[in-house]
Structures are given as C-alpha cells and as structure tokens.
C-alpha cells in the first residue's frame, strides 16, 4: 500500500499525519443511555478483521471504568460501532485497533484514532413500519453518517434517524451535506428542531387523539437528485413544519406543509449547506455552499391558537435540535426490489459564527486522490519540509491531484485566509 502525507495547518494548530488513503476516523455519541464509539474504515480492510471486539482497546482508561460491552458492523461505511460504558461528556479518548486485515488477506497496519465523548445521542424516531434498520456512524467531531430506512416523514408520521442535544432558548446551526444516497424522490436530510422525539411511536390509530399524535417541528432539508430505481430525484432545496401536535386544530386538518421557496435551486453536493435558527419565537432557514455566505429561504413562529381560535403551547424553549434523515421508503415502489436502509452524510455541524479550524481530508479516487477542505483557504504543495517552500496548487476545494511515485511522498496544508 503506498503512502500519502498530509500537513493540516491553521493559525492556531498544526499537525503531521501519515496516512494510507484515507484516514479512519472515531467519534463518539449516546445511545439509550450507553455510549457508541464509532470508527468507519477505508474499504480496503476486510470486514472479518472489524468486527472482532477483541481488536479494540482504549488505552490510558481504566478498565473497571471504561469497557467495551458490544459491537456491531454498519455495511453502509464499512464502519463498527462499540457500545462503551463509563465514557465522560467532553472527555478526549482514543481507541487502538489491531490485527486487521485487507480484503486481500494481508495484514493492515494496526490504527489508533482519537475522539470526544461529545453531548449528543441518537434516536429511531416512529416505528420502523418496513422493517429496515436506522443507525448512526459519528465520524470525527463534527460529522455524521446517518442510516435509515423509514416508510415516510409526513402528514401525521415520522420515520427518521435523528442525531441531536437539548437545546433551550435561541441556536444558531450549520451544517454541510455531503451527499445521500439516492433513494425516494422526496428523502429529506437536514437540520431538524422538535418538541419531542416520538421515539419508537407508531402511526396514529385515531389522528384525532392527542395522545397518538407526533410531535411539532421544523425541518430545513435537501432532497436526492435521484432514486433508487432510476428516476430523477425532486433535487431541491425544501423546509418541513407541523404547526400543529399531530396536525390537530390545523386548518384543514394539514399535517405537514412544505411551504414553498421562491429562490429554490439543485443542492451543490458535496457542500450543500444547510442553516436553521432561532431568535425568540422565530425560525429562519438558509442555503449555502460555504458554509459562510448564506441566502434566506423562510421565516416562521409556530401559532399560538389553532384555527377555531383556541390556545395553543408556545413551541418550547427547550427543544431537540440536530441531524435528521428520512430516506421515505415507502414511496420506492415495492415492484422495483429497492426498498432498503439508505445513507446521508453530514459534515461540520456545528455553531455558526465560531472559528472552524480547516480540516483537509483526503480520499482515494482510482489513480487519483482527492483532497477537500471547507471554510475557504488556499491549498499549498511541498516536498521536502526542510526547506520550508510552499507552493500553491491550482484550483478549490475540491482538488483531483494524480497519484504517480513523485507524488507519495508530498506534504500539503491549507492556510486559511
């Protein structure tokens, strides 16, 4: 396996890191009350070397506190998941992984990755009516591979995977889609802020009762540009409400409307940036591509009377508030065979406003790589550090650079404006 060296630079941090490919990342979130440790491999190692929970150690934790209890092995990235007890909120860990394998039987250099127990968690929110699994992959701080393969996310049912945090009072959040993978026309992933999260609930029996009802929220989203068995995806921008607990006392009786988006256009993946926020009683959405410049696509307040004028909750100022999917399965035609858990991919969710350090990843395309960063910056090339001679490589975010002998040893590092 040849190698390829990357320098990742800021004003406030530098790193050194040789790397095959690509590097394996770790992250971490809850999950019923236990941790999940996330690390998603390059394809090349073999998927019998991941799933061996004795692989896998956190050196430098005590082992009556921090143990590993369980694994499992998400397909879609060939990632695995450790559910871990004894994590702490915010603490830094790493975890060490050997005796691995490449597909071709040989050993794989043994990977140690570090991650933060950061103060998430994860919900299947409905029922999961089709059967097909949800999960969560956390892929460094700030990303997530979201999994689902819920019937809907409309009218008066929801079916999605959710990575969120208790928020209470105004927020202020990005995100970047990176891709999802084509599925229904109308697969919606984005930034989501709920009342509650319904959580295993199944459809309404009687959408009358309030009891039976799922929860107000609003979603900023993207759709697919296609489907899962071959027809174009709706490829837009699009903003979700329920105004109303289950749509109950709403004009109409509407569940769910999509309020529409007169300055609509196809979401540039990779980077189709997503915001929502909050100030008092108002949501604002925004599209980006980014993640600095934004353009306005909806303002909204949840009514505080329905429409025989009878008092409605204020929409709480402790909300859930994070990542969504729902890949909507039920509307692939059973016909077609395709109907099956379905991926999303988010990057850099955090905070808007905060000072986001460049990270340069970097990925294998044939006899190419392609190295790719956020947050502007220019990408400079150097071959021997000793000299300390930096020179611009042509072009942005994305850059395809050819692999050929001279290029596996270069350094690269982004300097940000």
Not at 123 to 150: C, H, K, P
Not at 158 to 173: I, L, N, P, R
Not at 188 to 201: N, P, S
Not at 342 to 347: G, L, S, T, V
Request: glycine content about 10%; proline content about 6%; overall charge negative.
């Amino acid at each position: 396996m040849c190698r390829f060296y990357v320098l990742i630079v800021s004003s406030a941090l530098t790193v050194i890191s040789a790397v095959g490919a690509e590097m394996p990342q770790a992250g971490a979130l809850a999950r019923s009350g236990k941790w999940e440790v996330s690390v998603d491999f390059p394809p090349e190692v073999a998927r019998n070397s991941i799933v061996q929970i004795g692989n896998y150690s956190l050196p430098g934790t005590s082992p009556s506190l921090v143990t590993i209890d369980a694994i499992r092995y998400v397909p879609h990235d060939n990632a695995a998941v450790l559910t871990v007890s004894g994590l702490v909120t915010n603490d830094l860990y790493s975890v060490k992984i050997e005796n691995l394998l490449d597909t071709t039987g040989d050993d794989f250099p043994d990977i140690s990755v570090s991650f933060r127990a950061r103060a998430m968690s994860w919900a299947e929110i409905g029922a999961r009516e089709l059967g097909f699994a949800s999960d969560v992959v956390s892929v460094g701080e700030t990303g997530f591979d979201l999994i689902n393969g819920g019937s809907e996310m409309w009218g008066r049912y929801d079916e999605s995977t959710f990575a969120y945090d208790v928020v209470t009072g105004d927020f202020d959040k990005r995100v970047r889609v990176h891709m999802q993978e084509p599925s229904s026309a109308l697969a919606r992933a984005g930034i989501m802020v709920r009342e509650t999260l319904d959580e295993g609930k199944r459809r309404p029996v009687d959408p009358s009762n309030p009891e039976e009802a799922f929860s107000r929220y609003l979603q900023v989203h993207v759709n697919p540009a296609g489907t899962a068995f071959g027809e174009a995806g709706n490829n837009l921008y699009q903003i979700n409400i329920r105004y109303f607990t289950g749509g109950i006392g709403g004009t109409n009786f509407d569940a769910t409307i999509n309020p529409e988006i007169t300055n609509n256009v196809a979401p540039p993946y990779t980077n189709a940036w997503l915001r929502l926020r909050r100030v008092g009683d108002v949501f604002e959405t925004f599209r980006g591509n980014d993640g600095t410049n934004w353009i306005p696509i909806g303002s909204f307040s949840f009514p505080t009377n329905d429409v025989d004028g009878a008092a409605v909750p204020k929409f709480p100022e402790t909300v859930y508030l994070g990542v969504n999917y729902s890949a909507e399965v039920g509307n692939i035609p059973d016909s077609t065979g395709e109907r099956r858990s379905f991926m999303a991919q988010f990057r850099e969710y955090g905070n808007v406003g905060t000072l986001d350090l460049p990270i340069l990843t970097i990925s294998r395309e044939g006899s190419s790589v392609r190295l790719e960063w956020q947050g502007g910056g220019t990408l400079l090339s150097n071959t021997n550090l000793a000299t300390d001679t930096w020179t611009p490589v042509p072009g942005t975010s994305p850059v395809t650079i050819p692999l050929t002998p001279e290029k596996w040893k270069e350094f690269f590092k982004v300097r940000i404006p």
